[in-house]
């Protein structure tokens, strides 16, 4: 999470009533559009959150989420450099298969040929095949750590619910915590994002005490109030909320360049043509890691019972 704009108190005063009011009068459809084209990616993000174990992963296409070529075995007692080590080795194994179905090869196809080609759409072409063979992500199973973020949110759902409310940002949004931290005040990023809600220093620093002595970023209670407000300066910037939950990732100012070149509400267009410099997988995911997380947040005995 990286927002690049600053904000006054005074102006989030003004604001917060009047996108109350907006989001009011606003379905839940309208509030938090889920086109056909994006259903594969969060059905995608919900059998990661729900289906694979922690023990497990799958080889997928890191833009066609509906492409999984392998579920692989991942016991935790293995080491990361043998996690790494399995990983590295199916990779290369899938990527020789695509390139040679790449070529052209169509006629007395191996097994694994017949099956990686069959993943495809009949008329799928040659580039299309080519360019996948440098696109094969391993994605690891987030099921027990999903749970655990259900069983730890219900300490602040109160909480957010009622900061949410009152500066207008959807209660639903009680749900990206899940995809930033599951929930785990003590959560760190690579990047030193911090807290159940992934504040890295510097925007930290622009709604709580974040220095050598007190990091607010980690104080559940702090970082709600302001990840509220954050997101409701967010939204009164974009005028939607896929692109303000987009922006918490990537940046308003990433955001907004997209915004000008596809269309402030082209979210299938954003998520799949967008090529910001940033604006990597992580990006790309970040609204319908939220619809997944939301849908399982909403619907947790169906998926953990």
């Not at 904000?7 to 005063?13: A, G, I, M, N, P």
């Not at 009533?17 to 969060?42: C, H, N, Q, R, S």
């Not at 990840?227 to 009164?236: D, E, F, Q």
């Amino acid at each position: 999470m990286k927002p690049e704009i600053s904000q006054k108190t005074s102006v989030l005063r003004f604001l917060c009533p009047l996108i109350f009011l907006i989001y009011g009068a606003a379905g839940a459809d309208e509030t938090f559009p889920a086109p056909p084209e994006l259903k594969p990616d969060v059905d995608f993000w919900v059998s990661i959150f729900t289906t694979y174990s922690a023990e497990e992963g799958v080889l997928h296409d890191n833009r066609n989420l509906a492409i999984i070529y392998d579920r692989l075995a991942m016991p935790s007692t293995l080491s990361r450099r043998e996690r790494q080590r399995r990983v590295a080795a199916r990779r290369k194994e899938l990527t020789a298969v695509l390139r040679s179905l790449a070529s052209g090869k169509r006629e007395k196809l191996s097994d694994e040929q017949a099956r990686v080609l069959a993943l495809w759409p009949d008329d799928v072409d040659n580039k299309t095949l080519k360019d996948a063979a440098s696109r094969i992500r391993y994605q690891q199973g987030l099921r027990e750590r999903f749970r655990e973020g259900l069983e730890r949110s219900g300490r602040w759902r109160n909480y957010v619910n009622e900061q949410f409310t009152a500066l207008g940002v959807p209660v639903e949004i009680v749900a990206l915590p899940h995809v930033e931290s599951s929930y785990n005040p003590g959560a760190r990023s690579h990047v030193g994002a911090s807290g159940i809600w992934q504040f890295t220093r510097s925007t930290g620093r622009r709604y709580m005490r974040v220095d050598h002595v007190v990091d607010e970023r980690n104080d559940p209670f702090s970082a709600t109030r302001a990840a509220g407000r954050l997101l409701a300066y967010n939204y009164s910037i974009t005028g939607n909320w896929p692109m303000a939950i987009t922006a918490y990732n990537h940046g308003l100012a990433g955001v907004r360049r997209a915004m000008k070149q596809f269309g402030d509400t082209a979210y299938v267009e954003i998520l799949r043509n967008y090529k910001g410099r940033t604006f990597g997988f992580a990006s790309r995911n970040f609204y319908v890691a939220f619809l997944a997380a939301k849908e399982v947040d909403q619907n947790a005995e169906k998926y953990f019972s």
